[in-house]
């Protein structure tokens, strides 16, 4: 990595570009010819440079992958993108844990790889957001150059205005390439968005001749029949966490969310809600009546996933693919025909009719951008352009045609090397040694067919399509505060989540009467709730009128 002084030779080219004087930004006849317009047209031609280069690129080594590679440099899948354009990626790691250090310490040192790689660019990221990194001579606007060299992702942007407004800045720039996943053929969210849900033993279920819940009541019901029937699980367990596989994903049910909302325009703080104290009353019976795990503030991923396998729960929130799928297949490796899982809906807020999913994640979520130190930004844009075209897509998120994939009637099948791998690799490690479809961070059309292949048995792929029908209404999208709110913003609500997490469990477990639930929110307005609400709001605002 280095950071160079041809940044002011990049901001001369951008100017001129956008002035109409000249079309490409050559450099020395001894290195890469750089594209023209004329060469990067809407007709892509490969490869994208005449003579190879290698770019630097920064991010997180997702653990799959870890398991059996030590660079994304190696996975076959980008050793051919470099065979078809000409462009080595030269992949550089945080040791993982340690990512969010790491790119603290990069942006201190100004050390900066050619391409950042990271979860939260379109949010809270970088404090202040894109239209910061580009002021702090960090990141350079790719505006320009979408017109001119990235013609396949500039008519992915027109085809999803959505996508679009989350990926541009307040001020109206664009500075990262965003992961994208396109609603599949029927409108539903992408099947890869779908990656958490609440799960019953379908087994159970049936034995006790129950339908599948619906709404809380519904559930509570499902809970104590549970109970009496099989006295030596609990009915419903949970993580310890405050994210997506924790209790906190019941509080849809009541028309909130344990954190920041959308309610028609008006952004609120659901732990401050009076719906809150009804969902905390509805846990806080549950946990007295013995519905709910006692152990869950203590419970981790492990925790649950022992207690699943052993019959010890009947009920949890859980992976679609790490919880459900591993549960599965478990089973049927042990031999255990009679365990079943089955994917429950959201529950229906029965106030509102409407059951809301606060999981699912936002279409543009991490991103890919191009770093002030980059000597070759259009090539770079071209690169990342190649992957929104049929091909470059379908390369990274199927591999290699006639080794990891083969066309069937126009549609890529993994081949027998993902899906039974000869090393005994599950298919999501196997995928994960070939290319990023599973990935933690990815900058590409991801192709919801291949996350449905992923999906070893029937009740996954029903199972997140029962989650998908919830209404996403009210999930706010990626926000990002004003350079000058970020520190208040930051210290303000770490103040108020600490509390809240603090309060969460003492209310559920009585320790707290909900008596005391008025004065818990007057304690959170004292800690100047109303303020980093309304710089929530206004940034919500900004984003509405992208």
Known sequence: MKKFGFVKLVAVCALLLAAGVIIGCNRTSAGPVALTMETAGTDFKLPIVNEPITITSWVTMDPKAAASLQSYSE????????????????????????????????????????????????GTGYPGGGDKAIQDGVLIPIDDMIDRFAPNFKAYLEAHPEYHKQITTDSGRIFAFGEAYPDD??????????????????????????????????????????????????????????????????????????????????????????????????????????LLDNDFPLNDGTAVDAKVLSDSAGS??????????????????????????????????????????????????????????????????????????????????????????????????????????????????????????????????NDPWAQVQRMIFPQQERAAQAWALASTSRTLPMLNPLESEVNTFASTMNQIQTYANEMFVRFIMGQAPLNTFDQYVDNMNRMDLAVVTDIQQRAFDRYLSR
């Not at 051919?80 to 462009?87: K, W």
């Not at 919880?323 to 478990?330: C, D, N, Q």
């Open 75 to 122: 996975m076959e899948t980008y050793k051919e993108l470099a065979r078809r354009t000409g462009i080595n990626i030269d992949f550089i790691h945080p040791p993982i844990g340690q990512e969010t250090q790491s790119f603290n310490l990069i942006l201190a040192s100004g050390d900066y790889p050619d391409v950042l790689e990271y979860g939260y660019f379109f």
């Open 185 to 290: 053929a029927n409108g539903n969210p992408h099947i890869g968005r779908v990656v958490w849900g609440f799960q019953f033993r379908n087994d159970w279920l049936e034995e006790l001749n129950l339908s599948v819940p619906t709404n809380i009541a519904e559930w509570e019901s499902a809970l104590r029949a549970i109970q009496v029937a099989y006295p030596n699980a609990v009915p419903f367990t949970a993580q310890r966490n405050f994210g997506q596989s924790s209790l906190t994903s019941l509080t849809g049910a009541f028309g909130i969310h344990y954190g920041w909302y959308n309610d028609n325009g008006v952004v609120k703080y659901g732990p401050a809600q009076p719906e809150y104290r009804d969902f905390l009353e509805t846990m806080a019976r549950w946990y007295r009546d013995g």
């Open 316 to 445: 949890w929130v859980g992976l679609l693919m790490g919880g459900m799928g591993k549960y599965l297949e478990t089973a049927a490796a042990t031999g255990d025909t009679k365990f079943d899982v089955v994917g429950v809906p959201f529950p229906i807020d029965t106030n509102t009719g409407m059951s809301y999913n606060y999981l699912l994640k936002s279409e543009a979520y991490f991103g890919a951008a191009i770093t002030t130190a980059n000597r070759y930004p259009i090539e770079t844009v071209m690169l990342f352009d190649y992957t929104f075209t049929d091909d470059g897509a379908r390369m990274l998120s199927y591999g290699i045609e006639g080794v990891t994939y083969t066309m069937n009637n126009g549609r890529p099948y993994y081949t027998p090397l993902i899906l039974r791998n000869p090393n005994g690799w599950v298919i999501d490690n196997a995928i994960a040694h070939f290319m990023r479809t599973c990935a933690t961070y990815i900058w590409f059309v």
